[in-house]
C-alpha cells in the first residue's frame, strides 16, 4: 500500500484510481478520484433512459399541478406572474367555471400529449437499442 499525500491518513487502494480513508477501527471510506470516461457515462444514461424518463415526467407533474407554491412566491399578478393552475383557482373562486373547466381541460390535455410524446421516445429508443 501507497501512502496517499493528497490528504493526511489517506491511503491508495488498488492502484491510483481509489483512495480509502478510515472512518473506525474497522470501517474505511473509498471513492474514485478520477472521473469516469464519456463512453462510461453514455452507458449509464444508456441504462438508466427510462428512469430517467419517469423522474422527468414527475417532475413535469409536480410543475403543472402546484398551485400554492406559485402564489406564495410569485402572487397572482395578471400577465406577469399567473399560471394555468392559479387562473383555474381564480376563475373558479369567482365563479366562471366554464373558464375554469375549459382551461383544466387545456392543461390536461397538455399533460396527455407531453405523456404521450414521453411514451413515443420510450418505445423509439427501445427498438433502437434492442432492435425490435
Not at 373558479?92 to 407531453?114: H, R, Y
Request: with cysteine; net charge positive; hydrophobic share 50%.
Amino acid at each position: 500500500m501507497d501512502w496517499d499525500s493528497s490528504a493526511p491518513g489517506g491511503i491508495q487502494l488498488g492502484g491510483p484510481r481509489l483512495s480509502c480513508f478510515p472512518r473506525s477501527q474497522s470501517k474505511w471510506s473509498c471513492w474514485a478520484r478520477e472521473k469516469p470516461p464519456p463512453k462510461a457515462l453514455l452507458t449509464y444514461l444508456i441504462e438508466a433512459r427510462y428512469s430517467l424518463l419517469t423522474v422527468i415526467l414527475a417532475g413535469f407533474g409536480r410543475a403543472i399541478s402546484e398551485v400554492g407554491a406559485v402564489m406564495i412566491v410569485g402572487g397572482n399578478i395578471d400577465h406577469l406572474t399567473r399560471v394555468m393552475t392559479t387562473a383555474i383557482a381564480l376563475e373558479t373562486s369567482k365563479g366562471e367555471l366554464a373558464l375554469a373547466l375549459a382551461l383544466g381541460l387545456i392543461l390536461l390535455i397538455l399533460a396527455l400529449f407531453v405523456n404521450f410524446v414521453a411514451q413515443q421516445v420510450k418505445s423509439l429508443l427501445s427498438v433502437q437499442r434492442y432492435g425490435g
